[in-house]
């Protein structure tokens, strides 16, 4: 089992930044792949924000938020960031880390095994 603890979300205005962390124990693996996913209110979908793979260090972000946000693991700390920058009102969400012991970034959240508890962003314009 591995266990995910998000924090770092809360309150930030248009244009404004947050770091989020995610760190993770039990049987996490510095192999696992790491991701970042939201949901905003009103029902919708979980979405995808990034991932991050240690082995080549690869990562992939929606496009809905590339070149503002970046995500970073540190694994001496077990440890993933998702860096927010230029943050606008729809991103606006609750922001999950998830883990798998997989070689794909997976962007559908159903790839998954282990999500934190999620932490919530909002973002006032």
């Known amino acids: 089992q591995v266990q995910l603890v998000e924090s770092g979300g809360g309150l930030a205005q248009a244009g404004g930044s947050l770091r989020l962390s995610c760190a993770a124990s039990g049987r996490a693996s510095s192999n696992y792949i790491m991701g970042w996913f939201r949901q905003a209110p009103a029902g919708k979908e979980r979405e995808f924000v990034a991932g991050i793979r240690q082995t080549y260090i690869t990562t992939k972000y929606a496009d809905s938020v590339k070149g503002r946000f970046t995500i970073s693991r540190d694994n001496a700390k077990n440890t993933v960031y998702l860096q927010m920058n230029s943050l606008k009102p729809e991103d606006t969400a609750v922001y999950y880390c998830?883990?798998?012991?997989?070689?794909?970034?997976?962007?559908?959240?159903?790839?998954?095994?282990?999500w934190g508890q999620g932490t919530q962003v909002i973002v006032s314009s």
């Open positions: 998830a883990s798998d012991p997989s070689s794909v970034i997976w962007t559908g959240s159903s790839h998954y095994n282990y």
